[in-house]
């Protein structure tokens, strides 16, 4: 089958090709419950980027050459002899982790910190290819009116956003604040979730004019430029000088984070999505100002189920732009570049 191979980091993202066009052997079902799935769209995702840097390398063990590609949607092609409720041709949208749905912290719904759960396209070969393997407890059936392409990248962006937006809007009441840093691949289905789960008021900061531009079409109240500069005496302005009840940041580096504190007031929580950078915040200063600090990984099974179904209600619409499975480094410089709108996607 054909895949896009990552075969050599490339610690400064400055070489023209990232990945290279081959032909690999197709996965074979290694387990009773195992699936294979053709993929019908491959979301490219900023930790791809990431992963080409050689950021992951501190994380996971992985050797190269390997697939990337963690977010993936397509069809059912081949079941193992365990697997109940799904057959051929069924039209399916993966959770990341290949994982032990029975086991105790997956029952508990951390699914991410399953032990010895397979994470495709992170620490074995993902949906940047024609085939994938998973298994059925990772599986979503797709209702009619979603497509493959159009949804791939709910699995990892759409869900991390998820999981970070349903945190704040528990504690959100209306009328009050809510920040959202970065409105790309993530930011864009934050603040749809934030629209469809609360009623506060949101505020959208990012650098880009055709991001502020998405922001407001998804349901952002305010936009604020990222220019580096004011951007926390405007979140000022719009809060009363006091900050948002919220901060839910998807850049999680260069200035994001300070900005991030800054603008999340006493007593607020600070949601971290996005990384590279570092958060250093004085003892002190988290005792004075009681402001809450919370990491957020992708989110778990019932969250996915969770967000197609406000996708099915039209309450979550995914931006993408397609691209072929041959042009995969046309779309990784593309994000690199921030180029583009929403998500892109793989399709084979």
Request: aromatic share 4%; hydrophobic share 40%.
């Amino acid at each position: 089958m054909k895949a896009a191979i990552l075969d050599k980091y490339d610690t400064a993202l400055a070489g023209p090709e990232y990945v290279k066009m081959d032909e690999v052997p197709e996965p074979r079902l290694v387990n009773d419950t195992d699936v294979l799935v053709r993929i019908g769209g491959a979301g490219v995702c900023r930790t791809d980027l990431h992963v080409i840097e050689g950021i992951w390398r501190q994380k996971v063990d992985v050797k190269l050459p390997y697939i990337m590609g963690h977010e993936n949607a397509g069809w059912v092609e081949e079941v193992g002899k365990g697997v109940q409720g799904f057959k051929k041709g069924d039209p399916v949208i993966c959770h990341p982790l290949i994982s032990n749905c029975h086991a105790l912290e997956a029952r508990r719904g951390h699914d991410m910190h399953v032990d010895g759960s397979e994470f495709p396209g992170i620490n074995t070969n993902g949906g940047y290819a024609e085939l994938l393997r998973t298994g059925v407890s990772s599986l979503i059936k797709l209702p009619q009116t979603l497509s493959p392409k159009d949804v791939a990248p709910q699995a990892d962006a759409g869900l991390t956003a998820y999981h970070a937006a349903k945190k704040a809007a528990a504690h959100l009441s209306p009328g009050e604040k809510v920040v959202v840093i970065g409105v790309g691949g993530l930011g864009h289905i934050g603040i749809q979730v934030l629209s469809a789960l609360c009623a506060a008021d949101i505020i959208a900061i990012d650098r880009s004019d055709m991001a502020l531009s998405l922001a407001k079409e998804c349901g952002a109240h305010f936009t604020v430029k990222g220019d580096g500069k004011n951007e926390v005496e405007a979140v000022k302005a719009l809060t009363d000088g006091k900050g948002a009840h919220a901060v839910i940041d998807f850049v999680g580096e260069g200035n994001a984070i300070d900005m991030g504190l800054a603008i999340t007031r006493n007593n607020g929580a600070y949601y971290i999505v996005g990384y590279g950078g570092e958060i250093r915040i004085s003892a002190l200063d988290m005792i004075t100002t009681e402001k809450r600090i919370i990491g957020n990984l992708v989110g778990n099974y019932t969250e996915l189920v969770e967000l197609m179904d406000l996708a099915d209600r039209g309450k979550v619409h995914l931006a993408t732009r397609h691209y072929k499975l041959s042009e995969a480094n046309q779309a990784l410089h593309d994000l690199h570049a921030g180029k583009v709108k929403g998500r892109a996607v793989l399709i084979p």
